[in-house]
């Protein structure tokens, strides 16, 4: 069975401060797919990145990035100089391949950015 | 840009009541699924479609049954609305696997509120 686990359950940064959300993932497959998902306000989860088991390729996207770890386990997501905008929940996720293709979710981490 | 659409985004009913909940998706999506949303516990699969008619049982399928009569259309239906039915439901749709690169959308959610 798979397990995504996101310790976090809320932080708080004041704007323009770096913030690193923690995702730790278990499963017994030997190739699997990671995922960051957002959720703002608004409700819809947004996708954000997508990392392969066999890709250990860390991902920089303008002021996000992600730090993949097979040896611990572990898939964090970093913000750099946030901002306002950036105030949502996000999700970690874990896919295998199999029938119906389906994720398993972390409880997810708020972060809230203060002006 | 890949499009799924909920029916309806807030509800109020009364416990004992059939209740439905319509998603649509624009994408040829072979792959389906409903998910229910609550704080701290992150979302959780309560039954997916990989086909027309083809129905699997999610981690929480007690008390929801789904239908897929067509490919684009996947309905998730509470039988008696319960007070702890109270939630978000969000849908999705992927297509066939992870292995080609491919991710899940959302929709933007449906507020459930069981009286």
């Known amino acids: 069975a798979q397990k995504v686990t996101q310790a976090q359950t809320e932080i708080s940064v004041v704007e323009k401060e770096d913030v690193t959300l923690d995702c730790v993932y278990e499963?017994?497959?030997?190739?699997?797919?990671l995922f960051w998902y957002k959720q703002p306000p608004s409700g819809e989860l947004v996708f954000l990145i997508r990392r392969n088991s066999f890709d250990e390729q860390n991902e920089i996207s303008g002021r996000y990035s992600w730090n993949f770890q097979k040896s611990t386990s572990s898939f964090n997501f970093t913000i750099t100089a946030s901002q306002v905008v950036d105030s949502a929940v996000y999700f970690c996720a874990l896919g295998i391949n199999n029938a119906g293709n389906m994720l398993t979710f972390g409880g997810g981490t708020r972060l809230m950015v203060k002006p | 840009d890949v499009k799924v659409t909920q029916s309806s985004r807030y509800l109020v009913k009364r416990t004992g009541e059939k209740v439905f909940l319509e998603c649509v998706q624009d994408m040829d999506h072979e792959n389906m699924f409903w998910y229910r949303q609550d704080p701290g516990l992150g979302l959780r699969l309560i039954y997916f479609s990989y086909d027309v008619k083809m129905k699997e049982k999610g981690d929480i399928p007690e008390g929801y049954s789904v239908s897929r009569e067509k490919k684009e259309r996947f309905s998730l239906i509470l039988e008696s609305a319960s007070t702890n039915q109270t939630s978000m439901y969000l849908c999705?749709?992927?297509?066939?696997?992870?292995?080609?690169?491919?991710?899940?959308?959302f929709g933007e959610g449906s507020w459930l509120t069981v009286v």
């Open positions: 499963t017994r497959d030997t190739t699997y797919y």
């Open positions: 999705a749709s992927s297509l066939e696997d992870f292995y080609s690169g491919n991710t899940i959308y």
